[in-house]
Every structure is written in C-alpha cells, then in structure tokens.
Nanobody
Framework: QVQLVESGGGLVQTGDSLRLSCVVS????????VGWFRQAPGKARDFVAA????????LYADSLKGRFTISRDNGKNTAYLQMNSLKPEDTAVYYC??????????????????WGQGTEVTVSS
C-alpha cells in the first residue's frame, strides 16, 4: 500500500512563498506520477500541477503557471510544490496524489490512486 504525507503548509502573508513537500512511502516514488490539488472551503477540488515519474514532464493549471513550480527527488521519494507570490485566493488545503496509470499527465482527481491527508495553506491579505 502506498502512503503520501504532505507538509510545509502554514499561515503566510500576501506575496510570500511556501514550499510544500509530499513524501511517498510503501513503494518507490518513481512508480507514480504525482499531482497536487487544492480545495478551498465550500469549493471543488482543483488541479494545481502534476509531474511525471522521472520528472521529465510537468503539467500546470493555466492560472498558476509562472507562480507555482512542481518538482521531485526520487532519491528522497519526495515531490515538491514551490509556491511564490501567494495571494489570498491561494488559501486552501493542498493535497498530493499518486497516479499509477500510464500515458499523459492527468488533471482529473478521479484518475489518481492514492492521496495524502492534506496540508493547509492560509494567505492573509
């Protein structure tokens, strides 16, 4: 069984940066593409970014390109989400997820097989 544990969330001010981490255990992280999603209170779970098994391909939500960067270190079984120039509308619980399927990177959370418990990010104005 695969477990994912997120960390790095917190309370920050507008314009600040945060780096979220997602540790994958139970199987080697390189067996999965990893995605980040977020869910604000009362809203649907939205796609943020995804990265391929070896980190050679990435996919971003159009609205977040240029501010957020996804990366991974398979030697540490960890994926990261660097978030810059944070805005109050980035406030949400951020989840990482593992996708064991083949083919293109996916932005639909239904396609992901395993999920972490989430880490909360709050951006104050």
């Amino acid at each position: 069984q695969v477990q994912l544990v997120e960390s790095g969330g917190g309370l920050v001010q507008t314009g600040d940066s945060l780096r979220l981490s997602c540790v994958v255990s139970g199987r080697t992280a390189s067996a999965y593409a990893v995605g980040w999603f977020r869910q604000a209170p009362g809203k649907a779970r939205d796609f943020v970014a995804a990265i391929s098994r070896r980190g050679l391909a990435t996919l971003y939500a159009d609205s977040l390109k240029g501010r957020f960067t996804i990366s991974r270190d398979n030697g540490k079984n960890t994926a990261y989400l660097q978030m810059n120039s944070l805005k109050p509308e980035d406030t949400a619980v951020y989840y990482c997820a593992a996708d064991g399927g083949i083919g293109s990177l996916r932005n639909d959370y239904h396609e992901y097989d395993y999920w972490g418990q989430g880490t909360e990010v709050t951006v104050s104005s």
